[in-house]
């Protein structure tokens, strides 16, 4: 397991803390006791919620084909709020300049869009954005808690986790059957989600790529998967996921 520091990590969650605020105006700022107690306890107390709806399938994604003899395939997801074609015109001009032609031509780009969904933690009216699952609080935002993990819809993270994993069989059967000629890429939301679909997939894939995510509370760590090669980037600066969460949450991979 590789893990990063860099010294700032706020921009790259920018399209979130955008719309966070733009969600967040819409809520009121007063405060009963309800919500005292609840921010004052947060992260501290287990609470069982109904999982919210999923679609019938992700939106299809936006695939770029390789022009030289396909040799692995790259399965990108993006952050929060963000979809797959945006992070594709982010992602794919630095690897192209970094990667040799042959290197570059080679590999089979899928980048998924997460659905439409409500998100809980900004008050109603719930804003809809492109999600991979559902917020229940906003430590890292309202109450500037970056520090403590999200509560997270669940039930849906494991319907994501389902449609992720058919996507990686169907491009290991591309070729020939070979888990371990597909990587995941993921960032933040998205770099928590593809960390929990590399880790419970019934095969090990070729790695993984994530930038300023964590490893979810949710997501299992199976002692078969120590030879799973995790390359994982943080900012020391990061106010929507601290660095101190993340290194916390990264020790269970060693």
């Known amino acids: 397991t590789g893990l990063g520091i860099t010294n700032d990590g706020e921009s790259a969650h920018a399209p979130k803390l955008a719309r966070r605020n733009s969600a967040m105006a819409m809520k009121s700022r007063k405060m009963n006791v309800e919500d005292g107690l609840s921010s004052a ?6 609470v069982t919620r109904p999982t919210g709806p999923n679609p019938r399938a992700l939106p299809p994604p936006h695939i770029i084909a390789p022009t030289r003899q396909h040799t692995a395939t790259v ?9 797959g074609h945006d992070f594709a ?7 192209r300049s970094r990667l040799s032609r042959d290197e570059f031509g080679s590999l089979r780009f899928v980048f998924l869009t ?12 719930k804003p809809e954005h492109h999600a991979w699952h559902d ?18 819809d669940s039930g849906q993270l494991d319907w994501t ?12 059967a591309l070729l020939g059957g070979d888990m371990g000629r597909v990587a995941l890429v ?21 790695g993984l790529f994530c930038s300023i995510g964590m490893l979810y509370t949710h997501t299992p760590v199976p002692p078969e998967r120590n030879g799973l090669q995790i390359f994982t980037f943080n900012g020391a600066a990061d106010d929507c996921i601290a660095c101190c969460l993340s290194l916390r949450s990264y020790a269970r991979l060693l």
């Open 89 to 95: 015109d982010e992602l794919l001009p630095p690897l």
């Open 186 to 206: 993921g960032q933040s939301q998205g770099s928590c989600t593809a960390t929990h679909c590399a880790l419970t997939h019934p095969q090990q894939p070729a």
């Open 161 to 172: 986790r389902q449609q992720v994993h058919a996507i990686m069989d169907a491009e290991a």
């Open 135 to 152: 917020y229940w609080t906003d430590h890292g935002g309202d109450e500037g808690r970056p520090d403590i993990e999200e509560e997270i």
């Open 114 to 125: 997460a659905p439409m969904r409500e998100v809980s933690c900004y008050g109603d009216p």
């Open 75 to 83: 399965v990108v997801l993006h952050g929060f709020t963000c979809n």
């Open 41 to 46: 306890f947060a992260g501290s107390l287990s």
